[in-house]
């Protein structure tokens, strides 16, 4: 069974544009989760989405947002980077998303902002 | 208050040492607790998943929930240095988000 897949896996990006990042979930998985992963704050919960629903957030500005297609697949996008932007960006699904499933996380996209 | 709060190392002991990794949080209504186990250039991968409190064994790993302390531990027994990774912790919080630890980078000499 595959598992999640991010890409690209690495990107370098200047202030002031944007990026997006994708993620493809093991198949039959219909909940997506992203997170920001930073030596200072750790791994930090960004969304979640669930049949295309963005079904919970965390705190971030809105410069951060997402999708998710019918296929379950999800986008991440960055408007406007900051050099604080750069970071691990990890996506994880599960099931259904619920406190009893077990998240499969990927192997992240390392955001690089010069 | 952080929700859940982890010291983050690093960590040093040598092959076959008792490891204690140990997180407190701030709510005593959490109920799912995880450790999860991240090695270098990967992403994190669930080690154990304990709903409310007591103890859990897996093999060398034991997760342990007290809640009168809000304070949960991971030991792992026999440490092996191909347990030398960054172990993190987590709650989901009343809000229904996966809220992480720091994480505590372990290496096993061997």
Known sequence: KAGVTQTPRYLIKTRGQQVTLSCSPISGHRSVSWYQQTPGQGLQFLFEYFSETQRNKGNFPGRFSGRQFSNSRSEMNVSTLELGDSALYLCASSRSGSRTDTQYFGPGTRLTVL | QKE??????????????????????????????????????KGPELLMYTYSSGNKEDGRFTAQVDKSSKYISLFIRDSQPSDSATYLCAIYNQGGKLIFGQGTELSVKP
């Open chain 2, 4 to 41: 859940v709060e982890q010291d983050p190392g690093p960590l040093s002991v040598p092959e076959g040492a008792i490891v204690s990794l140990n997180c407190t949080y701030s709510n005593s209504a959490f109920q799912y607790f995880m450790w999860y186990r991240q090695y270098s250039r």
